[in-house]
């Protein structure tokens, strides 16, 4: 087993209540994927994790398969709490909105087709935009300076919004890329 890594600041203690609470009110007020509020609920109001260790996590989500916040749930509960966390963490995020979710769904699913219910989606999905813009700003700031980051956040960005690649071969590419050279770099004597 690793030893703790050094954070600058003592770890929070993150009870089982407060995993699910706070990843209940991700999924209640997270309008656009929740990503941005799942950052502010773990880092900065109960400190649950550094801005470094909010972005490994959200790194290895979106790897994996599923919602980036679904992963992040059940990561931030097991990192703080174990399996009882991860449960936690992904049961307070997934019950309301998977009931509100289902009844939604029932109520418009013929009405998709609508301008108003188009017009409402259209403005919901900007703002989503804007917040993923913005938490990807602030997921960078802990790595401003180092070179290899930027450069693979900027080809990433590259390949997905200007050459339209898609995500998985972006992916498939520039992971191993950027592994080889975080483990070169970390190797190679300064």
């Known amino acids: 087993m690793e030893p703790p890594v050094a954070t600058g600041r003592p770890p929070a203690h993150a009870s089982l209540q407060g995993l699910f609470y706070e990843f209940l009110k991700v999924a209640l007020f997270g309008f656009g994927g929740g990503i941005a509020l799942a950052h502010r609920s773990a880092v900065e ?17 979106q790897i994996m398969p599923g919602p980036n916040v679904v992963g992040i749930a059940v990561c931030v509960g097991a990192k703080t709490r174990g399996l009882p966390g991860a449960i936690a963490g992904f049961v307070g995020f997934a019950l ?13 699913l013929g009405q998709a087709r609508m301008p108003l219910i188009q017009n409402i989606l259209g403005g919901i999905s900007a703002g989503a935009v804007g917040l993923m813009i913005g938490t990807g700003l602030r997921l960078l700031k802990p790595r401003w300076r180092d070179p290899p980051a ?30 080889a050279v975080t483990v070169f770099g970390r190797t190679t004597p300064r």
Do not use: H, M, N, Y
């Not at 309301?96 to 418009?108: R, S, T």
């Open 96 to 108: 309301v909105p998977g009931i509100f979710g289902f009844v939604l769904a029932l109520l418009l």
């Open 150 to 179: 930027i450069f693979f956040a900027a080809l990433a960005f590259a390949g997905l919004a200007i050459a339209k690649f898609p995500l998985l071969l972006v992916l498939l590419t520039l992971a191993p890329l950027s592994i």
């Open 45 to 61: 109001r109960r400190q649950w994790l550094t801005d470094a260790e909010f972005a490994d996590v959200l790194t290895l989500c």
